[in-house]
C-alpha cells in the first residue's frame, strides 16, 4: 500500500481564489510529521509547511494551511488567495518518527495551474 | 546564495560508465539526504548522513551505489556502471540539528543534478 496518496493529478484554480490539494497518509507509527512541498518548473524543492502528529492545532504559514485530520488519516494543503507564481508541482510527504527515521517519503504530487 | 548546492547540474554519460556527484550543504546543517527523482514522480529516499555518519540506506540503495561525507561538510554519490534505468534527478537535501531547529527539522533541497544515461 502507498503511504503518501495524492489523489489530484492537476489542479486548475482561478487567481485570487482558494484551492485544497489532497493528501491522505498510511502509517502505524504513532509519532510522525507532514510536510507539504512545492516544485517550480526550476526543479528545487521549496519547504511550505509541517503537521506534526502531535499537533492539536491546524498548522498555518502565511497563505498555506494545512487540514490534518488525524482520524481519517488525512492532511489537505489549503493555498487561499492563489497567485500565479503558485503554479508548480506540490508534493506531500511523512517522516515516520517512532524510530527515529529521519527520511522523507512523498506522493506523486499534484500539479496546480493558476488561471488568470 | 546560502542554500544547498550540487555539481554538475547536468550529466550525461553512457551505460557502464561511472559518475560521481557532489552535494554542499547549508553550511549549520548537521544532516544530509539524498533523494532520487524519476520523471513524474515524487522524490525517493536513498540516504542520509548525521555529520560523517551514514545512518540510514535505503533498499533503493544497490550495491552499485555509494555515498560519503568523508568530514561531515560536503558529500557525493557515485553510481558505478550506470545503466539505463539510473536516469533520473538526483536531489540533495540537509537540514539543521533537531535542537536548534525543533521536531520540525524541515529539509532544504537543493536544485539536483540531472543524470541521462544512453
Known amino acids: 500500500a502507498q503511504k503518501i496518496t495524492q489523489t489530484q493529478p492537476g489542479m486548475f484554480v482561478q487567481e485570487k481564489e482558494a484551492v485544497t490539494l489532497d493528501c491522505t497518509y498510511d502509517?502505524?507509527?504513532?509519532?510522525?510529521?507532514l510536510f507539504w512541498y512545492k516544485q517550480p518548473s526550476s526543479g528545487e524543492m521549496i519547504f511550505l509547511i509541517y503537521?506534526?502528529?502531535?499537533?492539536?492545532q491546524n498548522a498555518t504559514e502565511g497563505r498555506y494551511s494545512l487540514n490534518f485530520q488525524k482520524a481519517r488519516k488525512s492532511a489537505n494543503l489549503v493555498i487561499s488567495a492563489s497567485q500565479l507564481g503558485d503554479s508548480a508541482m506540490y508534493f506531500c510527504?511523512?517522516?515516520?518518527?517512532?524510530?527515529?527515521?529521519?527520511?522523507?517519503?512523498f506522493g506523486s504530487g499534484t500539479r496546480l495551474q493558476v488561471q488568470p | 546564495d546560502t542554500g544547498v548546492s550540487q555539481d554538475p547540474r547536468h550529466k550525461i554519460t553512457k551505460r557502464g560508465q561511472n559518475v560521481t556527484f557532489r552535494c554542499d550543504p547549508i553550511?549549520?546543517?548537521?544532516?544530509l539526504y539524498w533523494y532520487r527523482q524519476t520523471l513524474g514522480q515524487g522524490p525517493e529516499f536513498l540516504t542520509y548522513?548525521?555529520?560523517?555518519?551514514?545512518?540510514?540506506k535505503s533498499r533503493l540503495l544497490s550495491d552499485r551505489f555509494s555515498a560519503e561525507r568523508p568530514k561531515g561538510s560536503f558529500s557525493t554519490l557515485e553510481i558505478q556502471r550506470t545503466e539505463q534505468g539510473d536516469s533520473a534527478m538526483y536531489l540533495c537535501?540537509?537540514?539543521?540539528?533537531?535542537?536548534?531547529?525543533?521536531?520540525?527539522?524541515?529539509?532544504?533541497f537543493g536544485p539536483g543534478t540531472r543524470l541521462t544515461v544512453l
Open positions: 537535501a540537509s537540514s539543521l540539528p533537531i535542537r536548534t531547529s525543533g521536531r520540525r527539522n524541515e529539509q532544504f
Open positions: 502509517t502505524s507509527d504513532q509519532s510522525y510529521g
Open positions: 503537521q506534526g502528529s502531535y499537533d492539536e
Open positions: 510527504a511523512m517522516r515516520e518518527e517512532d524510530t527515529g527515521r529521519r527520511a522523507l517519503t
Open positions: 553550511s549549520e546543517h548537521n544532516r
Open positions: 548522513f548525521q555529520n560523517e555518519a551514514q545512518l540510514e
